[in-house]
C-alpha cells in the first residue's frame, strides 16, 4: 500500500462519493437520462437529507431502457465529461468482477475484505438496472436459485487475501473444488450468465434482477413511474414516487434508527493514489 499517498477516512469516501453522484446528475440531464437514488442512498436523502451516517456507498438505479442507453452513451469514452478521473466500469469487462455497472475515482484505491488485489477498484457509485420479475413464482424462484448460484461461484473464483484462518481453509477447499469442478470458468463466464438471466418478460412487479436483495426486490410498477425531488446535501436528487412502497420493503420502519450493533460499515480501505 506504500505506493499510495494516505488512506482516505470515512467522511472523505462520502465527499469522494458525492462528487461522483453530482457529476454523474448533471451528465444523466444532458443526456435525458432518469435515475433515482436506491437502497441505503434513497434512504438516506429521506431520513437523514444526507448519507446515512455509517453507510459508504452511494446506488442508484435505472430502468433498463434508461440504463442500456446509458451503456451506449459512454461505451467508447468511458469517463464523465471532463473528469477523466471518473470512469466508467461496465458489465463482462476485464478485471472488473460485478454484473452492474460503476462509477470510479481512478484517484483512489479500495481495498475489499476478501478479495484478489487484481479485481481492486476505487471509490465509486453503483447503478443497477430494474427489470420486470415474472409473477409466476415457480420461475421465480428458479431465476433466483441460479442468480444465487452463479454469485457464489463468481465470489469463489475471485476470493482472495482472506482474512482469517477458517476463511482461508474454506477457500482454499472451495478453489480446489471450483479448479475441479468449473476448469477454465472465471468470474466473467458467472457474470454473463448473471446478465443472461434478464430475459424480457411479463409481470407485475419490478426490481433488481442483476444484484437482487433476496426477497426484497419486488415493487408495484407504480413506485417507479417518475421522480420526487428530496434534498441530499446541498442538493435536490431524484428518488422514486413510490419511495415509501420502497422503503417499507427493503428496511420495515425505515424512520427508525437501527440499534446500534447494526449501524454496519462495509469492509474496507480507502485510500488516495
Known amino acids: 500500500m506504500n505506493k499510495y499517498k494516505r488512506r482516505i477516512s470515512h467522511k472523505e469516501i462520502q465527499d ?5 453522484l453530482r457529476e454523474f446528475d448533471k451528465f444523466a440531464k444532458k443526456n435525458g437520462l432518469k435515475y433515482f437514488l436506491s437502497g441505503g442512498s434513497c434512504l438516506g436523502a429521506v431520513r437523514h437529507q444526507d448519507f446515512i451516517p455509517w453507510d459508504d456507498d452511494i446506488d442508484i438505479c435505472m430502468l433498463r431502457d434508461d440504463y442500456e442507453k446509458l451503456i451506449k452513451l459512454v461505451k467508447d469514452s468511458r469517463t464523465l465529461e471532463g473528469r477523466p478521473e471518473l470512469q466508467f466500469c461496465l458489465p463482462l469487462d476485464d478485471n472488473y468482477v460485478y454484473p452492474f455497472m460503476k462509477i470510479v475515482n481512478r484517484n483512489t ?3 475489499e475484505k476478501d478479495l484478489q488485489h487484481r479485481f481492486l477498484l476505487g471509490v465509486w457509485l453503483d447503478i443497477f438496472p430494474m427489470d420486470v420479475w ?8 428458479r431465476i433466483m436459485r441460479k ?5 457464489t461461484m463468481n465470489k469463489v ?4 487475501n482472506l482474512t482469517t484462518g477458517k476463511k482461508k481453509v474454506l477457500g482454499a477447499i472451495g478453489k480446489t473444488c471450483y479448479r475441479i469442478l468449473f476448469p477454465g470458468k472465471d468470474y466473467r463466464y458467472w457474470n454473463k450468465k448473471i446478465v443472461d438471466l434478464v430475459t424480457p418478460c411479463r409481470g407485475t412487479y419490478i426490481g433488481d ?3 437482487p436483495v433476496a426477497d426484497k426486490e ?12 428530496v434534498k441530499f446535501r446541498d442538493r435536490e436528487f431524484p428518488i422514486p414516487i413510490g419511495y415509501k412502497e420502497y422503503l417499507t420493503k427493503m428496511y420495515g420502519n425505515y424512520m427508525k434508527l437501527p440499534p446500534e450493533k447494526d449501524r454496519i460499515y462495509h469492509d474496507f480501505e480507502a485510500y488516495i493514489k
Open 147 to 151: 442468480h444465487n448460484f452463479y454469485k
Open 209 to 211: 434482477r442483476i444484484w
Open 157 to 160: 473464483y475471485v476470493a482472495g
Open 218 to 229: 419486488f415493487f408495484s410498477k407504480s413506485v417507479f413511474e417518475k421522480a420526487v425531488y
Open 16 to 20: 469522494l462519493e458525492y462528487d461522483i
Open 109 to 111: 484505491i479500495v481495498y
Open 134 to 141: 415474472p409473477d409466476d413464482k415457480k420461475e421465480l424462484r
